[in-house]
């Protein structure tokens, strides 16, 4: 795997985690995808911001969808494009200078560590260690898989409510006068 350095990036669906590596008295990300890892100047937060804004929405925006959507009011899963299945998570609170952002669909495993962190396995079998209660790492997952159910139930229900709408058989306008004319005589 290459390490670049980039100054732009777009979370896509071949994104796995995003965390913040200490660069001087700034914080930049780490970026590790199924087949790529880069570092960006920006820090976490900032990319996810940013990958919400490039498909049509603020982060505050999504922070709001995923309250009014779970009840859940800290730490929350963002959906960032759940057409592209763009569901990802903070290990801590989204404002602390530690926090990773990881996305759910990369998660292949997870297990308790001796000393109480996490480690994952990622589908294409990477393994990171972070330090994070294995927890609070399972809570978060769960949250997901909660955010990602009632988003996709909601939307799966639109659009029977509009194909039921759309294919409801009305009789035309000309057919509903014939038959008036024909009840009238």
């Known amino acids: ?98 926090c990773t952002w990881i996305s759910a669909e990369h998660i292949y495993s997870h297990k308790r560590t001796e000393d109480g962190e996490t480690e994952i396995t990622f589908k294409n079998q990477l393994s990171l260690r972070l330090p994070v209660s294995y927890n609070t790492f399972r809570n978060q997952i769960m949250r997901t898989a909660v955010l990602k159910t009632t988003l996709m139930r909601r939307i799966e229900e639109s659009e029977r409510k509009t194909l039921f709408f759309v294919s409801e058989k009305r009789p035309r306008r000309s057919s509903y006068k014939k038959q008036l004319r024909k009840e009238r005589d």
Not at 8 to 23: A, K, Q
Not at 43 to 68: N, V
């Open 1 to 98: 795997m290459s390490k670049t350095i980039i100054d732009e990036y777009e979370i896509n669906p071949n994104t796995m985690i995003i965390r913040p590596i200490p660069y001087g008295s700034k914080i930049y990300s780490h970026i590790i995808e199924l087949d790529d890892e880069m570092t960006s100047p920006f820090k976490p937060l900032d990319i996810i911001k940013e990958g919400c804004r490039f498909f049509g929405s603020s982060y505050e925006g999504r922070r709001e969808g995923t309250k009014q959507l779970t009840g859940y009011t800290h730490k929350l899963p963002i959906t960032i494009d759940s057409t592209n299945y763009l569901y990802f998570f903070p290990t801590s609170s989204a404002t602390k200078n530690g």
